[in-house]
T-cell receptor
Framework: QKEVEQNSGPLSVPEGAIASLNCTYSDRGSQSFFWYRQYSGKSPELIMSIYSNGDKEDGRFTAQLNKASQYVSLLIRDSQPSDSATYLC???????????FGAGTRLFVKA | NAGVTQTPKFRILKIGQSMTLQCAQDMNHNYMYWYRQDPGMGLKLIYYSVGAGITDKGEVPNGYNVSRSTTEDFPLRLELAAPSQTSVYFCASQRDRGSVETQYFGPGTRLLVL
């Protein structure tokens, strides 16, 4: 069973700080990884995707991928209370048509 | 362009009742998925479809059935509802297979089985 593992949290950071979210995956054939944000009672919303080793930056968000260590992370700079949500890490299976989701990390940003 | 739509938003079922959760997408996506999300948990794949007439089981298919007669629609059928099926159900679609493809989610259906 291919898995994506995340620390469930909650992770609590003060407003303006950097929030660091991590996940590991077991499918060495996975090439694409995603971070989804899910507000309570809402559907997941894609915020970052990453396909290559290294960093990918988009505004306040930076995704990092290390395929050798099977590790994916998301950094949120200048965290805002509106960033408070559950963040789901996901990996696309080797065949490219099934996405495996982690259980999510709950983030709280304190004003 | 409505994206992925789901109906109903919320439903209460009695044990043993049946119902169909509707999902439709207007993006001409080939791939469609049904997930369930239990409280505090991630998304578990129930069934998926790679095109009209083709469906396959995911991680947790027991107690559910699907059909895909058109590209647009992918209904999920619960035949004999059980309390263990209390969950939030999300439908999603993906344009095609491939490493750069991402999934688009519907708003979800909250189901309570009593």
């Amino acid at each position: 069973q291919k898995e994506v593992e995340q620390n469930s949290g909650p992770l609590s950071v003060p407003e303006g700080a950097i929030a660091s979210l991590n996940c590991t995956y077991s499918d060495r054939g996975s090439q694409s990884f995603f971070w989804y944000r899910q507000y309570s009672g809402k559907s997941p919303e894609l915020i970052m995707s990453i396909y290559s080793n290294g960093d990918k930056e988009d505004g306040r968000f930076t995704a990092q991928l290390n395929k050798a260590s099977q590790y994916v992370s998301l950094l949120i700079r200048d965290s805002q209370p509106s960033d408070s949500a559950t963040y789901l890490c996901a990996g696309l299976n080797t065949g490219g048509f099934k996405t495996i989701f982690g259980a999510g990390t709950r983030l709280f940003v304190k004003a | 362009n409505a994206g992925v739509t789901q109906t109903p938003k919320f439903r209460i079922l009695k044990i043993g009742q049946s119902m169909t959760l509707q999902c439709a997408q207007d993006m001409n996506h080939n791939y469609m998925y049904w997930y369930r999300q239990d409280p505090g948990m991630g998304l578990k794949l129930i069934y998926y479809s790679v095109g009209a007439g083709i469906t396959d089981k995911g991680e947790v298919p027991n107690g559910y059935n699907v059909s895909r007669s058109t590209t647009e629609d992918f209904p999920l059928r619960l035949e004999l509802a059980a309390p263990s099926q209390t969950s939030v159900y999300f439908c999603a679609s993906q344009r095609d297979r491939g490493s750069v493809e991402t999934q688009y989610f519907g708003p979800g259906t909250r189901l309570l089985v009593l």
